[in-house]
T-cell receptor, first 115, second 110 residues
Framework: DTEVTQTPKHLVMGMTNKKSLKCEQHMGHRAMYWYKQKAKKPPELMFV???????INESVPSRFSPECPNSSLLNLHLHALQPEDSALYLC??????????????FGEGSWLTVV | DAKTTQPPSMDCAEGRAANLPCNHS???????VYWYRQIHSQGPQYIIHGLKNNETNEMASLIITEDRKSSTLILPHATLRDTAVYYC???????????WGAGTKLIIKP
């Protein structure tokens, strides 16, 4: 089983709203990731968690706030977003950051529209 | 900066082998080649990866040239469901970073 589950699949929010994206994996992976993907572009890395601790923040604006409540769950809290933040948000996981050749598996993504 | 170069689009007839090329002339000795595909509106799906040797799994084969400067992903019997954007990616061994190329849009025609 190589499943990463993301909810919701679609989200429409206003610029003053607070919402969250959720991600879950049951593969025992200890590294989890958030990516952002705009139309016709490859995914861009946002955050990396390793063993439930934030390891990497790719200079993401503070209106995006990640959280890793436990080794299976990853959240992305959204507040005061801008229309240009509309995108596909992808969660991914892997065994660890450093296992040789270990594969990163992606979820189906959450489509976010900011109005 | 992208370390891979792919053609922007390709067509292939259903039932034929689809051969997707990728150039990675600046690849280092400790960097893997990964392939993912992304079907419209879905998340990227892992296909295969390799370091030096050719690899095969139930989805595809990966042929890496001896100098490792290029590779080819082969889908042996393409179906309409293989229509997707295929990304050739370089990944440093023991590193979380995926260095994505621009991708090839593969269209399988009946």
């Amino acid at each position: 089983d190589t499943e990463v589950t993301q909810t919701p699949k679609h989200l429409v929010m206003g610029m003053t709203n607070k919402k969250s994206l959720k991600c879950e994996q049951h593969m025992g992976h200890r590294a989890m990731y958030w990516y952002k993907q705009k139309a016709k572009k490859p995914p861009e890395l946002m955050f990396v968690y390793s063993y439930e601790k934030l390891s990497i923040n790719e200079s993401v604006p503070s209106r995006f706030s990640p959280e890793c409540p436990n080794s299976s769950l990853l959240n992305l809290h959204l507040h005061a977003l801008q229309p240009e933040d509309s995108a596909l948000y992808l969660c991914a996981s892997s065994q660890s950051l450093t296992a040789s050749g270990n594969t990163i598996y992606f979820g189906e993504g959450s489509w976010l529209t900011v109005v | 900066d992208a370390k891979t170069t792919q053609p922007p689009s390709m067509d292939c007839a259903e039932g034929r082998a689809a051969n997707l090329p990728c150039n990675h002339s600046t690849i280092s000795g400790n960097e893997y080649v990964y392939w993912y595909r992304q079907i419209h509106s879905q998340g990227p799906q892992y296909i295969i990866h390799g370091l030096k040797n050719n690899e095969t799994n139930e989805m595809a084969s990966l042929i890496i040239t001896e100098d490792r400067k290029s590779s080819t992903l082969i889908l042996p019997h393409a179906t309409l469901r293989d229509t997707a954007v295929y990304y050739c990616i370089v990944r440093v061994n023991s590193n979380y970073q995926l260095i994505w190329g621009a991708g090839t849009k593969l269209i399988i025609k009946p």
